[in-house]
């Protein structure tokens, strides 16, 4: 046949589909989020997590070995205190356990890049996002709390801060509170397209932080809803955000695309535990190859205009990209 154009002349050998790949794929983009436990000697899996484990301070340095090993030299740390209130208390204490772990993790490893989720939920005994009014999360009184949850994880030694609470303001609050302290330089990266999803079922087992009584949809996102998604992650750009993030991952790559394309800042997306869950239910009854859905997920983020990447998988992602496999 006379066809001038042939797409799969550049697909005939492994090192042409490589050359001319459209996304590209680096292990500096890698977060990985870890759980640390108030305790001593705690290395605990996750039981709705196979393969994710709960640290004691006095663990976690032998997992971020492991990490660094691994290529992935940035973690997000979120912490389970040993008590909770009405306020969260645990969450901006000096000797809180987040607090702990960053310190620790500077101390042994100063090269490492540690992240602050800044948020109530795994502090407050009620479970939810915020200070109560009644049974409703009370917006702007929650600011002041997530102001200096952020502003204590910056002086244990967090290089940046992600408020995940879904607030309105609340970038807005930490960056004044930052910079009024001397932290100017400290990035922000947002949870600002955050959904109400049941893909975060695992997580709440895994930190103990599902609310005692009705659910989070007054504060994040309904999942019918796109145009809202850059209305919040326009506001928080306006509020000094550095990055903008999109959680979940797997279904909401549109959303994903959408932020990269209207916002002109570095884009995140979290690939959650329920995705991490699924993957490995699936793969431990035989049902797909864990290896190939790993990165076959993991490419259609970074494909979707992700710039930075939150997954549980981040070693084993970082592995492949070294195998040649992605990236």
């Given at each position: 046949?006379?066809?001038?154009?042939?797409p799969?002349?550049?697909?005939?050998?492994?090192?042409?589909?490589?050359?001319?790949?459209e996304?590209?794929?680096?292990?500096?983009?890698?977060?990985y989020?870890m759980?640390i436990?108030?305790?001593?000697?705690?290395?605990?899996?996750?039981?709705?997590?196979?393969?994710?484990?709960?640290?004691?301070?006095?663990?976690?340095?032998?997992?971020?070995?492991?990490?660094?090993?691994?290529?992935?030299g940035?973690?997000?740390?979120?912490?389970?205190?040993?008590?909770?209130?009405?306020?969260?208390?645990?969450?901006?204490a000096?000797?809180?356990?987040?607090?702990?772990?960053?310190?620790?993790?500077?101390?042994?490893?100063?090269?490492?890049?540690?992240?602050?989720?800044?948020?109530?939920?795994?502090?407050?005994?009620?479970?939810?996002?915020?200070?109560?009014?009644?049974?409703?999360?009370?917006?702007?009184?929650?600011?002041?709390?997530?102001a200096?949850?952020?502003?204590?994880?910056?002086?244990?030694?967090?290089?940046?801060?992600?408020?995940?609470?879904?607030?309105?303001?609340?970038?807005?609050?930490?960056r004044?509170?930052?910079d009024?302290?001397?932290?100017?330089?400290?990035?922000?990266?947002?949870?600002?397209?955050?959904?109400?999803?049941?893909?975060?079922?695992?997580?709440?087992?895994?930190?103990?932080?599902?609310?005692?009584?009705?659910?989070?949809?007054s504060?994040?996102?309904?999942?019918?809803?796109?145009?809202?998604?850059?209305?919040?992650?326009?506001?928080?750009?306006?509020?000094?955000?550095?990055?903008?993030?999109?959680?979940?991952?797997?279904?909401?790559?549109?959303?994903?695309?959408?932020v990269?394309?209207?916002?002109?800042?570095?884009?995140?997306?979290?690939?959650?535990?329920?995705?991490?869950?699924m993957?490995?239910?699936?793969?431990?009854?035989?049902?797909?190859?864990?290896?190939?859905i790993?990165?076959?997920?993991?490419?259609?983020?970074?494909?979707?205009?992700?710039d930075?990447?939150?997954?549980?998988?981040?070693?084993?992602?970082?592995?492949?990209?070294?195998?040649?496999?992605?990236?």
């Open positions: 046949m006379d066809m001038k154009i042939r799969r002349r550049l697909r005939t050998s492994a090192v042409l589909r490589k050359m001319v790949r996304t590209r794929m680096d292990k500096s983009s890698l977060i989020p759980f436990k108030e305790g001593t000697g705690i290395e605990e899996e996750i039981p709705t997590m196979p393969g994710q484990y709960r640290y004691s301070v006095d663990r976690m340095p032998f997992a971020l070995e492991k990490l660094m090993n691994a290529g992935v940035s973690v997000m740390f979120f912490g389970i205190p040993e008590h909770k209130d009405t306020c969260g208390s645990g969450a901006y000096e000797d809180g356990i987040v607090q702990k772990a960053f310190r620790e993790a500077k101390r042994q490893f100063p090269e490492l890049y540690c992240i602050g989720d800044v948020c109530m939920c795994e502090y407050t005994s009620h479970g939810h996002c915020g200070i109560l009014k009644g049974e409703y999360v009370d917006n702007d009184k929650t600011l002041d709390y997530l200096r949850i952020a502003l204590s994880q910056v002086q244990s030694g967090a290089d940046m801060v992600a408020p995940s609470d879904m607030m309105d303001g609340r970038v807005g609050a930490i004044n509170l930052l009024a302290n001397g932290y100017q330089e400290v990035p922000i990266m947002s949870y600002a397209v955050k959904y109400a999803s049941a893909f975060y079922g695992p997580f709440r087992d895994a930190a103990g932080s599902a609310p005692a009584f009705g659910d989070r949809k504060y994040q996102m309904d999942y019918h809803n796109s145009r809202e998604a850059m209305k919040e992650a326009l506001l928080d750009v306006e509020e000094g955000a550095d990055i903008i993030m999109v959680k979940p991952a797997m279904t909401y790559l549109d959303i994903i695309a959408g990269k394309e209207r916002i002109q800042l570095p884009t995140a997306a979290y690939s959650v535990s329920g995705e991490y869950a993957i490995k239910a699936a793969a431990s009854l035989g049902y797909v190859d864990e290896a190939a790993i990165c076959e997920t993991a490419v259609s983020a970074y494909r979707a205009g992700v930075l990447y939150l997954t549980y998988f981040a070693p084993e992602i970082a592995g492949f990209m070294d195998e040649g496999r992605i990236g």
